[in-house]
């Protein structure tokens, strides 16, 4: 018998009760479409994130006082002249620029408005190497950090904040910790970043914040260095750079690091491997409810068994074998999975482009993407499930004896 | 295998049939043994309980005996598994049952086409389905579904399955037992023309004296054994 025979009698089967096949198709349909849906939110989310890691520096590279596990006692702090020794381009080729800088919280007011956003003391080197640019004003210069200007570039929140627009604000003055700063730009928006929003921050000259804001036990002292390498290729050798100059410096033991180098490699390994984890979650949820319709599957099938127990009777004493019973229900089972399968990968396609739709309205740059390779998984899973859960059913046809089926009412 | 094996279509030699009914062992067959030559038109008969239904089952193979011999156009059937009994069936069985037993929701030549489906020899299929509509006189209701035609329509569709595969026999169990006498006569008329125009050897099970008085020799069957054979 050709596979478009059993097809087309299986469908003929199938359309002789067609509320029942459509609801149990339907049981298909929602795992499926969940589990494209799903799988595409996941994936939206993980380009989302990289994206935005990636906005925030080529090449970057953190380094921190102290290690993660906090095994060092007393780790030395960083401090300026560790800076310079990373801007060496003899001991550290594949080192592009280094910006030392100072972080803390800050009360910044204007009028009766206040907030507290991120305050960074920066060096000029700073805008090249965390990839900052203006929205309007100018940059930070050397002579502002000769001359502790009190000077200070707003993130766009804290000038939506203080100001109701985000534009417009350069000349303005601004108290910071009760000092007075003359506003000389505002950052380009860059959303949400991994720490926190990169719009809710101030920044102002390094020396500024050294003498007045951002005291410090040693005045050489600074909390983080953000490094740029030279290019995507040498991140892990100027990590290895970077570690080998501090070692020296800090007269460290083997193992012992009082340092941490992040780069933004590592930051993205995380972040995919936290929407990795989310995806493989939510696309979990939807299986279970792919394995639901199965369920409902078999169940019908149970059902179409038994109702058309004299027909197997009649087919098998017409001469049907084991297999052509076992073939026929095993086709109807399939069918009903694989056109619920059709049907769910259309809807889950359809939810994952509204959920993009509806992201887009709210403003968050959003794509749900919708693999192909999560349409192949989805139909071959959908129609495993249809074969698995109609083996049973198929089974119990099959091993009717012609004489009792013949004889059931 | 008897000497006899050309002219003998059916051969039987002391059919045991036994069945469990949970501790209860019943005996439905007690050693029955016959012949029947091709081309004969048998009637089988007997009270319920007699085992009518077990012989019938036996003879068309849609059953084995407990023990005993049973050959079928030459071939021995007691020892086949179910799929080749399956294949017995299809080429040498033509049923012909009470309640019609048709696919409701298929045309009457899907119906008849049914056997030649599972004898892997599918060719000119649909003219063979033809041919057999035409020889119980349905050529003008090919297309018409079981509920479109009336029983005695239904019936004849059934025959017409019944001899499609150009079978050895045609078991025929109660084949006028649900229609009224008038054409309970004509399907008898249509049986006995199907044997006589083919040489199919037809085998019928039923109550109805009327229905034996047409067949050639009577079975009688009676708590198991044969009563006054032939």
């Known amino acids: 018998m050709s596979i478009g025979r059993a097809f087309l009698e299986a469908l003929e089967s199938l359309s002789g009760n067609k509320l029942r096949s459509g609801l149990t198709v339907l049981g298909i349909v929602i795992g499926v479409a969940a589990v494209i849906a799903m799988l595409a939110v996941g994936r939206g989310a993980e380009a989302s994130i990289t994206g935005s890691i990636s906005g925030i520096g080529t090449n970057l590279l953190f380094v921190f006082r102290g290690n993660q596990d906090d095994s060092v006692r007393n780790p030395k702090p960083l401090t300026m002249s560790d800076a310079e020794a990373l801007g060496d381009q003899f001991s550290a080729p594949s080192i592009e620029a280094v910006a030392p800088a100072l972080q803390g919280d800050a009360t910044v007011a204007f009028g009766g408005e206040q907030t507290a956003p991120q305050l960074f003391g920066v060096t000029p080197d700073y805008f090249q190497v965390r990839n900052v640019t203006l929205a309007e004003g100018e940059l930070i210069t050397e002579e502002h950090m000769l001359g502790r200007a009190s000077v200070v570039l707003l993130g766009p929140e804290v000038a939506e904040t203080l100001f109701g627009h985000p534009d417009g604000v350069t000349g303005e003055t601004v108290r910071i910790e009760g000092q007075p700063f003359r506003v000389i730009g505002v950052l380009e928006s860059k959303g949400g970043g991994a720490f926190g929003s990169e719009d809710n921050q101030v920044l102002v000259p390094f020396t500024t914040a050294q003498a007045r804001l951002i005291r410090r036990s040693s005045s050489d002292r600074v909390d983080i260095i953000f490094v740029q390498a030279v290019s995507g290729d040498v991140v892990t050798q100027a990590t290895e750079e970077i570690s080998s100059i501090l070692r020296t410096r800090h007269r460290t033991e083997v193992g012992a690091d009082d340092f941490t180098v992040f780069s933004q490699q590592d930051l993205l390994t995380t972040f995919q491997s936290i929407t990795g984890i989310l995806t493989v979650f939510l696309g979990g949820i939807a299986g279970i409810s792919l394995l639901v319709g199965g369920i409902g599957i078999m169940n019908i099938m149970l059902v179409s068994v038994t109702e058309r127990t004299r027909e197997i009777g009649l087919r098998k004493a017409l001469g049907a074998r084991r297999r052509d019973i076992l073939i026929q229900f095993l086709t109807e089972s399939s069918l009903l999975s694989l056109i619920g399968g059709v049907i769910g990968i259309l809807f889950g396609w359809l939810i994952s482009f509204g959920v993009g739709q509806i992201a887009a309205a709210s403003g968050t740059a959003f794509t749900p993407v919708v693999g192909m390779d999560a349409v192949a998984l989805a139909t071959l899973f959908s129609a495993a499930v249809g074969l698995f859960f109609g083996i049973y059913p198929a089974n119990r046809a099959a091993s009717l004896e012609p004489v009792e089926a013949l004889r059931y009412e | ?230």
Do not use: W
């Open chain 2, 1 to 230: 295998m008897a000497t006899n094996s050309t002219s003998n279509v059916i051969e039987a030699r002391d059919l045991r049939k036994v069945y469990k009914m949970g501790e209860v062992e019943v005996e439905a067959l007690r050693g029955v043994s016959f012949d029947i030559r091709r081309g004969e038109v048998i009637a089988i008969m007997g009270p319920s309980g007699s085992g009518k239904s077990t012989l019938m089952n036996t003879l068309g193979c849609l059953d084995r005996p407990t023990s005993g011999e049973y050959s079928l156009d030459g071939e021995s059937v007691a020892s086949l598994n179910d799929d080749q009994l399956a294949g017995i069936r299809n080429r040498k069985v033509g049923f012909v049952f009470q309640s019609f037993n048709l696919l409701s929701r298929q045309t009457a030549i899907t119906n008849v086409e049914l056997p030649l489906r599972y004898s892997g020899n599918l060719e000119g299929r649909r003219e063979r389905a033809i041919e057999a509509l035409k020889a119980v006189g349905l050529g003008d209701r090919m297309t018409h579904r079981p509920y479109e035609l009336s029983g005695g329509q239904q019936q004849r569709v059934a025959m017409a399955r019944a001899i499609v595969n150009n079978p050895a026999i045609i078991m025929a169990d109660e084949p006028t037992g649900n229609l009224d006498s008038k054409v309970g006569k004509e399907i008898m008329t249509l049986l006995l023309n199907l044997n006589k125009e083919f040489g199919t050897t037809l085998i019928i099970v039923t109550h109805d004296p009327t229905v034996a008085e047409q067949t050639q020799r009577v079975i009688r069957l009676r708590d198991g054994l044969l009563d006054g054979a032939s």
